[in-house]
């Protein structure tokens, strides 16, 4: 005779706890899905708005770990629970059949109603059902907390004896790398027009405390600065000509930066001046100049300008010698590319030839010609285009001197002693791009 098994378990009984477990099981599959998938960003933001449930998604995010592994707990208990049941029923009515139905049935269930469907929803609506959920999960997290702690340790201590060791805090670079991936999937698949150019202003903005301000700064060659010992006259005229609106003054020679000159402060002071110019008193509204290392970074020079609530500062290098001068302008540009006014001039000193090349002078910077042209000429081995040059070359090229590098082709025209003083540039035709 084969033996029956009988528990006690009505159907009556068997299902509806089936389909609590269920339920249970559908309600801690969406919310695994919703908290890993929650955006963490704009949870802040709502939190920072008042909303209550954002705060408490906020908490479980700081805590993540331990929600997963609360989670798993009482996925796999309400899971093994519902199999357990269904299979005693089943095994009951049908006796050794019962088991494979049982197994069937509660598989389809399971993937079905407590997997896929939740999963899916939480999937396609990450935000909305994290802050919908999140009350009950707390609660959730509450109940099987000491139990998922105790899991979690057994488990950190077999993977020690198999020598993984878990690395404690977060990763700086993984973390900006995750969010450049973000800023490059930004529009990705849509038709928003503007989308290129706020990607490269966002990705700008995580750039400047990797770029130095020589990297932006005007070069002490194509420094603007007058002799403070000039007539005051000639000094006015110099001044008005300037497409610029603070100067460097200097004493001597370049080196010695004595002041910085501001045109509305100028003009504000011979307007009230009475008497000839040449009386002036320039001590009253020439401002004492502001040097920085040229190792400074832009982020740091930001926000150095926003303290000092200055425009303007010179930069020097190691020895103290003047390397250049770089505005709150360069940095804003840097970021979101070049700001023209009625007095700025393109890229100064290139011009473009008949035949479509460009004839450049050696210390136009690479990242401006970049900039204008769109090119993709390298920045980081040289700062100007005679740099660049002298760095391939790998020696100081005579005149009528041809290269070809990066895709381009270059001709040096002119030479001042050891300085190249122009190039002429082929940039690359589409027979070449890609070569």
């Known amino acids: ?168 805090g977060h990763d700086a670079h993984a973390q900006n790398e995750l969010l450049r991936g973000a800023i490059d999937l930004h529009g990705e698949g849509g038709h928003e027009p503007e989308a290129p150019t706020e990607k490269k202003m966002l990705r700008s903005v995580l750039d400047l405390a990797n770029l130095g301000v020589e990297a932006v700064m005007t070069h002490r060659a194509n420094v603007e600065a007058f002799d403070i010992d000039m007539p005051t006259d000639q000094l006015v005229d110099h001044v008005l000509k300037s497409p610029h609106t603070r100067l460097p003054l200097y004493r001597g020679q370049l080196e010695n930066i004595v002041g910085v000159i501001h045109a509305k402060a100028l003009f504000r002071a011979v307007r009230r001046h009475e008497g000839p110019l040449a009386t002036l008193n320039l001590d009253s509204f020439v401002s004492e100049p502001w040097f920085i290392p040229e190792t400074t970074s832009l982020l740091d020079q930001l926000q150095a300008f926003r303290q000092r609530r200055e425009h303007f500062a010179l930069v020097v290098d190691e020895y103290g010698a003047l390397q250049g001068v770089v505005t709150l302008e360069d940095i804003i540009e840097e970021i979101v590319g070049e700001i023209d006014d009625e007095h700025d001039i393109r890229v100064v000193g290139v011009e473009v030839a008949p035949d479509g090349s460009y004839v450049c002078a050696g210390g136009v910077p690479v990242r401006d010609l970049n900039r204008e042209f769109g090119w993709e000429l390298p920045e980081d081995v040289a700062t100007t285009i005679a740099g660049l040059v002298l760095h391939e070359a790998r020696r100081i090229p005579d005149v009528g001197q041809t290269f070809a590098f990066y895709g381009f082709r270059i001709e040096v025209l002119k030479r001042e002693g050891n300085r190249i003083a122009q190039v002429r540039l082929q940039p690359p035709t589409a027979d070449t791009v890609g070569l």
């Open 1 to 168: 005779m084969e033996p029956q098994l009988d528990l006690g378990l009505s159907p009556a009984i068997a299902g509806p706890l089936v389909l609590l477990c269920l339920i249970v099981s559908a309600f801690l599959s969406a919310a695994e899905t919703a908290i890993t998938g929650a955006s963490r960003p704009r949870m802040h933001r709502l939190q920072h708005q008042g909303n209550r449930r954002a705060a408490t998604v906020n908490s479980l995010l700081d805590q993540k770990d331990r929600v997963i592994s609360a989670i798993l707990v009482g996925y796999n208990v309400v899971n093994i629970l519902a199999a357990s049941l269904t299979t005693a029923v089943l095994a009951d009515l049908f006796g050794a059949a019962g088991v494979a139905y049982a197994t069937v049935g509660i598989t389809v269930m399971v993937v079905l109603f407590a997997e896929v469907m939740p999963k899916t929803w939480a999937l396609l609506h990450a935000d909305r059902v994290a802050l919908v959920l999140a009350p009950a999960l707390k609660v959730a997290v509450a109940l099987l907390g000491p139990t998922a702690h105790a899991v979690s340790a057994t488990a950190r201590f077999f993977l020690r004896l198999l020598g993984v060791r878990p690395i404690a």
